[in-house]
Nanobody, 117 residues
Framework: QVQLVESGGGLVQPGGSLRLSCAAS????????MGWYRQAPGKQRELVAR????????YYADSVKGRFTISRDNAKNTVFLQMNSLKPEDTAVYYC??????????WGQGTQVTVSS
C-alpha cells in the first residue's frame, strides 16, 4: 500500500513563503515524475509544477514562474515545493502527485494554503 503524506501548508501573509513536502511511504516505488497541483474553491484542479525524477527537468505554470521552486529527493521518494512571494490568488488546497514507471498514479491527501492579511 502506497501513501503520499503531505506537510507544510498553513496561513501566510501576502509576500510570505511556505515550503510543502510530500513523502511516499509503503511499497517501493519507481517514480517517473512528481508534481504539485492545486484546487481553489469553485475552480478546477490545475498543475502548478512538476519534475522528472531522472534528470530533474521541471515545468511551472505561468502563474507561479519565478516564485515557486520544485525539487526532489529521489532516495527518499520526496518532493518539495518552495513557494515565495505568495499572493492571495495562490490560496488553494495543494495536492502532490507521483507517476510511476509502471504508469500508476498516486495522490496526496491535500494540504490547505491560505494567503491572507
Amino acid at each position: 500500500q502506497v501513501q503520499l503524506v503531505e506537510s507544510g501548508g498553513g496561513l501566510v501573509q501576502p509576500g510570505g513563503s511556505l515550503r510543502l513536502s510530500c513523502a511516499a511511504s509503503g511499497s517501493m516505488l519507481r517514480i517517473r515524475r512528481m508534481g504539485w497541483y492545486r484546487q481553489a474553491p469553485g475552480k478546477q484542479r490545475e498543475l502548478v509544477a512538476r519534475i522528472i525524477s531522472d534528470g530533474g527537468s521541471t515545468y511551472y505554470a505561468d502563474s507561479v514562474k519565478g516564485r515557486f521552486t520544485i525539487s526532489r529527493d529521489n532516495a527518499k521518494n520526496t518532493v518539495f515545493l518552495q513557494m515565495n512571494s505568495l499572493k492571495p490568488e495562490d490560496t488553494a488546497v495543494y495536492y502532490c502527485h507521483f507517476a510511476t514507471l509502471s504508469f500508476r498514479d498516486y495522490w496526496g491527501q491535500g494540504t490547505q494554503v491560505t494567503v491572507s492579511s
